[in-house]
């Protein structure tokens, strides 16, 4: 089962407390650091819905797919809802030991011309991994001097809205479409909610 059926079914049980405590349970402020080197924190995205994916630079294969999917997944998205805000792509690493901000700037490059790749203090990696409960593991770091290890992690891209808060995520077997049309369905709801964008009548 997963996280998100689980929600689902929880929410059938006790509607009114499972709502604000899965709001509750991801995510939150933080602090990073940017690819200029500049302190960086979740209300510069404020405004704008973010697309979310923890990895290192230095990830073999999957990051790199992940990154390809994600990039995909906004051009999906922006071709098929032309009238939708653009979606703001956020890589933030869990390898801050090798992925400097100038390592961070050159990766960036290769996958979407939007992205934008964070990194920070251990302790600020720490946190923000933890507030979104990212499993990562160094488990091939031998010694100070090492710089060839792998590390293994989990693989989520998460969903948020424009004041910051988890809306949605979508693990590794979540393909482009699918991504594109979830968040396209969430976005438009949204703005229609708040008078933002006139809803749309299907005649078909
Ligand atoms: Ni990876």
Redesign the pocket.
């Known amino acids: 089962m997963t996280w998100y059926t689980y929600q689902k079914n929880e929410r059938k049980k006790a509607p009114s407390k499972v709502e604000s405590v899965g709001k509750a349970q991801l995510g939150g402020p933080f602090e990073l650091v940017s690819m200029t080197g500049e302190p960086v924190t979740d209300k510069d995205y404020h405004g704008k819905f973010v697309l979310l994916y923890f990895?290192?630079t230095y990830?073999p294969d999957?990051?790199p797919n992940e990154l390809l999917k994600l990039g995909a997944a906004l051009k999906a998205y922006e071709a098929e809802n032309p009238d939708l805000p653009k979606i703001q792509p956020l890589f933030i690493t869990v390898d801050p030991r090798r992925d400097t901000v100038a390592q961070c700037r050159a990766y960036c490059q290769d996958f979407h011309p939007r992205l934008q790749a964070l990194t920070g203090t251990p302790e600020q990696i720490a946190r923000i991994t933890r507030a979104y409960r990212v499993y990562f593991n160094d488990v091939g770091v031998r010694d100070e001097d090492d710089d060839d290890y792998v590390?293994d992690?989990s693989?989520v891209m998460y969903f948020l809205g424009e004041d910051g808060e988890f809306i949605d995520f979508f693990p590794q077997l979540c393909e482009a479409p699918e991504i594109a049309s979830r968040m396209a369905e969430t976005v438009r709801e949204r703005l229609e909610a708040d008078g933002r964008l006139k809803k749309q009548w299907s005649l078909w």
Do not use: L, N, P, R
Request: glycine share 12%; net charge neutral; aromatic share 12%.
């Open positions: 990895g290192f990830c999957i990051c590390v992690h693989i």
